[in-house]
């Protein structure tokens, strides 16, 4: 079974600051649920027992390998923004994306709660990676997919021996996921209200690892930018949190900016009118892992906490992105390549410094893509 982190001490709300007893707040916080602004929450350590043990909610989990991913640095897209830009692949996760790191975890608090199968909602990479973990951590697992689901996803999920639900519209998973909230055998792992709040706390937490390997590998070098693709942003949530808890120790008060990198404007209109319960309509299928029309709290909250930014990159400059990173062996997904877009793009606008030091995460491999980039 799952050792619980001795220092996690409870909940924050990352909203309203409120704090929380340690448990599963799967539609955010219950204070701002109820005023209509939710929000996911965080898990809160005792700040003196962090030396003795690891900064995440279970000191053991189901592993298949994940994390200490490569980071390698791209000649070319160095050269080209004349900065040091390195490529964090996440790609090389087991099956394949980041979603692993947060599916280990989460897999954990499934178990640690005493559940048989967890519930998510995914058409793609989520849903492949929370379908390997369960496996290994002998739970079963259901999926709820809309009718578009691919025929690579589909095989890959009942492989895993996943059970698949399709459903006509994206937001039906969601109802269908908050349908098991407060099951004891059924664990919801990703969103389940709208407007959303993110994914399990727990798992969205170990994406905080990332941040770690990052500040291993560069060690005194500091890292100005970290441009990630982003939607509902447990992604960059997680590594803001771990950025700014390395500037802290460090006695900064500048953590690395992280980026967004979106394919049409969700998060940086939510920004600017600080509402980000709405949706936001807009095309996106050059990057179909990011293509939802919604944003969270912690999205924003992640960039705020950096004073990064959201780019919005087009599918045009996209796919020049995705031509140019396969051409150079950089294979990844085409929502990868917004990050190395939103790269790009900042480049262009005259953004970096010279000596600046910038990391691209590459979230995803391009398995379930048609292969040629365009």
């Given at each position: 079974?799952?050792?619980?982190?001795?220092?996690?001490?409870?909940?924050?709300?990352?909203?309203?600051?409120?704090?929380l007893?340690?448990?599963?707040?799967?539609?955010?916080?219950?204070?701002?649920?109820?005023?209509?602004?939710?929000?996911?929450?965080?898990?809160?350590?005792?700040?003196?027992?962090?030396?003795?043990?690891?900064?995440?909610?279970?000191?053991?989990?189901?592993?298949?390998?994940?994390?200490?991913?490569p980071?390698?640095?791209?000649?070319?897209?160095?050269?080209?923004?004349?900065?040091?830009?390195y490529?964090?692949?996440?790609?090389?996760?087991?099956?394949g994306?980041?979603?692993?790191?947060?599916?280990?975890?989460?897999?954990?608090?499934?178990?640690?709660?005493?559940?048989?199968?967890?519930?998510?909602?995914?058409?793609?990479?989520?849903?492949?990676?929370?379908?390997?973990?369960?496996?290994?951590?002998?739970?079963?697992?259901?999926?709820?997919?809309?009718?578009?689901?691919?025929?690579?996803t589909?095989?890959?999920?009942?492989?895993?021996?996943?059970?698949?639900?399709?459903?006509?519209?994206?937001?039906?998973?969601?109802?269908?996921?908050?349908?098991?909230?407060?099951?004891?055998?059924?664990?919801?792992?990703?969103?389940?209200?709208?407007?959303?709040?993110?994914?399990?706390?727990?798992?969205?937490?170990?994406?905080?690892s990332?941040?770690?390997?990052?500040?291993?590998?560069?060690?005194?070098?500091?890292?100005?930018?970290?441009?990630?693709?982003?939607?509902?942003?447990?992604?960059?949530?997680?590594?803001?949190?771990?950025?700014?808890?390395?500037?802290?120790?460090?006695?900064?008060?500048?953590?690395?900016?992280?980026?967004?990198a979106?394919?049409y404007?969700?998060?940086?209109?939510?920004?600017?009118?600080?509402?980000?319960?709405?949706?936001?309509?807009?095309?996106?299928?050059?990057?179909?892992?990011?293509?939802?029309?919604?944003?969270?709290?912690?999205?924003?909250?992640?960039?705020?906490?950096?004073?990064?930014?959201?780019?919005?990159?087009?599918?045009?400059?996209?796919?020049?992105?995705?031509?140019?990173?396969?051409?150079?062996?950089?294979?990844?997904?085409?929502?990868?390549?917004?990050?190395?877009?939103?790269?790009?793009?900042?480049?262009?606008?005259?953004?970096?410094?010279?000596?600046?030091?910038?990391?691209?995460?590459?979230?995803?491999?391009?398995?379930?893509?048609?292969?040629?980039?365009?």
């Amino acid at each position: 079974m799952p050792i619980r982190n001795p220092a996690l001490r409870g909940m924050e709300c990352i909203r309203c600051k409120a704090y929380l007893p340690t448990d599963d707040y799967l539609m955010g916080c219950p204070s701002c649920h109820a005023l209509g602004w939710p929000s996911n929450v965080s898990p809160v350590y005792d700040a003196a027992r962090l030396g003795t043990y690891r900064n995440l909610p279970y000191l053991n989990f189901p592993s298949l390998g994940e994390g200490n991913t490569p980071l390698i640095k791209s000649d070319h897209l160095s050269m080209a923004l004349g900065v040091n830009l390195y490529l964090k692949l996440e790609s090389a996760n087991p099956t394949g994306s980041h979603k692993d790191r947060c599916s280990a975890l989460t897999a954990a608090r499934a178990l640690d709660i005493g559940a048989e199968e967890i519930v998510c909602a995914s058409n793609g990479n989520g849903g492949i990676s929370l379908a390997a973990y369960s496996a290994r951590a002998g739970l079963a697992c259901a999926v709820a997919t809309t009718t578009s689901l691919d025929s690579c996803t589909r095989s890959a999920l009942l492989m895993l021996g996943a059970r698949i639900i399709q459903f006509d519209r994206s937001v039906d998973r969601w109802q269908y996921l908050a349908g098991h909230l407060g099951s004891k055998t059924h664990f919801p792992a990703t969103n389940a209200c709208f407007p959303p709040t993110g994914s399990c706390a727990f798992g969205v937490d170990a994406y905080k690892s990332i941040a770690y390997e990052l500040s291993d590998f560069f060690l005194d070098r500091g890292i100005n930018y970290v441009i990630a693709p982003a939607a509902r942003g447990d992604l960059i949530w997680g590594l803001s949190r771990g950025l700014v808890e390395i500037a802290s120790s460090a006695g900064s008060a500048s953590p690395p900016k992280v980026i967004a990198a979106e394919p049409y404007p969700r998060i940086s209109v939510a920004l600017s009118t600080n509402d980000y319960r709405q949706t936001f309509p807009g095309d996106a299928f050059a990057t179909p892992s990011i293509a939802s029309d919604t944003v969270t709290y912690q999205a924003l909250c992640a960039l705020r906490a950096t004073a990064g930014a959201a780019v919005v990159v087009t599918p045009e400059e996209v796919m020049d992105a995705h031509r140019q990173s396969w051409r150079h062996g950089h294979i990844m997904e085409r929502s990868s390549s917004a990050a190395v877009a939103a790269a790009l793009k900042l480049g262009r606008e005259g953004q970096f410094n010279s000596d600046d030091i910038v990391v691209v995460v590459v979230t995803a491999s391009a398995w379930r893509e048609d292969f040629r980039p365009g």
